[in-house]
C-alpha cells in the first residue's frame, strides 16, 4: 500500500476527537523523553515544550471562535489551561518547574479523549 493511500484510509477512519487524542500522545511523548535528558540538551527541551505550547495555542485559539460547538464553560477552560500551559512553560525552561505538571495534563486531556470517554461521560 502506498504512502498516499495509507494517509487516505487514515483520514477517512479516524475522527477529529481521535486525531486529537493521537496528537496529545504524541507530543506527551515528547515532553516525557524531554524530561529525561541532561538540562543542557536545550534543543530538546525547547522542542517539547514549544510543540506542546503550539498545541495548546491552537486549542486556545479554536475555542475562542464562535463557531466553536463546545460548550462555553468547557471552552472557557481549555482556554485558560493554555494560558497555564504557556506560562509554566517559561517557568520550566528557566529551571524554576518541571515538566511533570504539562505531562499530566496532557495525559488528562487524553482521558477525556480516549475512544469510550465521551460514551462514559
Not at 475562542?64 to 500551559?85: E, T
Request: hydrophobic content about 45%; some cysteine; charged content about 20%.
Amino acid at each position: 500500500m502506498s504512502l498516499q493511500a495509507y494517509k487516505a484510509a487514515t483520514s477517512r477512519a479516524e475522527t477529529p476527537r481521535d486525531l486529537e487524542y493521537r496528537l496529545f500522545g504524541q507530543v506527551t511523548r515528547a515532553l516525557v523523553h524531554a524530561s529525561t535528558v541532561d538540562e543542557r540538551d536545550l534543543a530538546t527541551r525547547i522542542d517539547a515544550l514549544d510543540w506542546n505550547r503550539r498545541l495548546w495555542s491552537t486549542l486556545a485559539s479554536d475555542c475562542g471562535d464562535p463557531a466553536n460547538v463546545l460548550p462555553a464553560s468547557l471552552r472557557a477552560q481549555i482556554i485558560s489551561l493554555s494560558l497555564f500551559v504557556n506560562r509554566h512553560s517559561s517557568a520550566v525552561m528557566r529551571g524554576e518547574e518541571t515538566f511533570q505538571d504539562l505531562i499530566e495534563i496532557n495525559r488528562m486531556m487524553m482521558q477525556g479523549l480516549a475512544p469510550g470517554a465521551q460514551q462514559a461521560a
